[in-house]
């Protein structure tokens, strides 16, 4: 049988009040609907070389590589995972003995040759540019390739360079020690593996090779008259030449870093 008017009236105007019915209900409790839930945001995307997202990060090291150095090293890296570094750094006396040590031992040269290298190596200040790679797949890795220059200075005897060069120093040096100065030149080449510590904090250890490929020397004495100066002059450049001679042969190293790096 079809419905009659008023049974269509009575159900449409029950069906209005089953829709009217939440709604009422909120407002008489004064509560508001909840807002539907927004899409949460991506996580940040990993940092080039470890977990930052800037397209350029900057760190700074301090830390060791034994035996050439002591110091600190700042570092820029850049998309692709290339990196540039400025390492400051001092070498120890232990370090430099260390060197000396191994090469007297292994004969490479004599103890007398080994305080004319303690010499050429004292007080040791270092600069050292590298650029790296942090392969993507591997961002805790880098390889690197640098130079090493090291501003240096010290001591030998009046009679060592006199037996260097073969030359008498002028009676009027009056000198018991003659003073060196110079720089050293040479390269390294090597790896690197940072371990994450901290948000910011990581340790960063390496293995390289050092070579030195150069040096120049000068002694630090001057004497009144042409003649006497002439043969200073022979001195230092004997002295130049042997220096020279046993830093290039057989300062030669692996280094072996352990640092701590804070990851800006």
């Known amino acids: 049988m079809p419905p009659t008017p008023s049974r269509l ?6 069906a209005t009040a089953c829709a009217l019915a939440p709604s009422a209900a ?13 899409p949460e945001p991506p996580e940040a995307a990993a940092a080039p070389g470890h977990s930052g997202h800037a397209p350029v990060s900057w760190e700074v090291a301090a830390g060791t590589r034994f035996p050439l150095e002591i ?23 232990f370090y430099r003995d260390a060197i000396n040590s191994t090469a007297t031992g292994f004969g490479w ?3 007398s040759d080994a305080e004319v290298v303690a010499a050429a190596l004292e007080d040791a200040f270092l600069i050292s540019p590298t650029v790296g790679w942090r392969p993507p797949p591997v961002p805790s890795l880098e390889l ?22 073969n030359q008498d120093l002028p009676d009027r040096a009056e000198v018991a ?33 050092f070579q030195v490929v150069g040096s120049s020397t000068s002694i630090d004495v001057s004497l ?15 002295v130049d030449d042997y220096v020279h001679h046993l830093l290039t042969t057989y300062v030669k190293s692996p280094l072996l870093g352990i640092s701590a ?3 800006f």
């Not at 909120?26 to 927004?38: F, I, K, T």
């Not at 390739?145 to 060069?165: D, L, Q, R």
């Not at 003649?227 to 004997?238: I, P, W, Y």
């Open 71 to 93: 110091g600190i090293d700042g570092v820029i890296e850049v998309p692709l995972g290339f990196t540039a570094h400025l390492g400051l750094g001092f070498m120890p006396r």
């Open 144 to 165: 690197y390739i640098g130079y090493v220059v090291a501003f240096a200075g010290g001591t030998v005897t009046e009679a060592e360079a006199e037996m260097i060069s």
């Open 9 to 14: 009236a009575g159900l449409l105007l029950g």
């Open 109 to 111: 040269y004599s103890d």
């Open 224 to 238: 009144d008259g042409a003649a006497a100066q002439r043969v200073v002059d022979r001195v230092e450049v004997a």
């Open 177 to 209: 020690e003659v003073p060196l100065s110079g720089t050293v030149h040479g390269f390294q080449v090597g790896l690197a593996y940072q371990i994450a510590l901290e948000r910011h904090l990581a340790l960063r250890l390496s293995l390289a090779y």
């Open 261 to 263: 790096v804070w990851r």
């Open 26 to 38: 909120l407002a008489q409790s004064g509560a508001e609907p909840a807002p539907s839930p927004e």
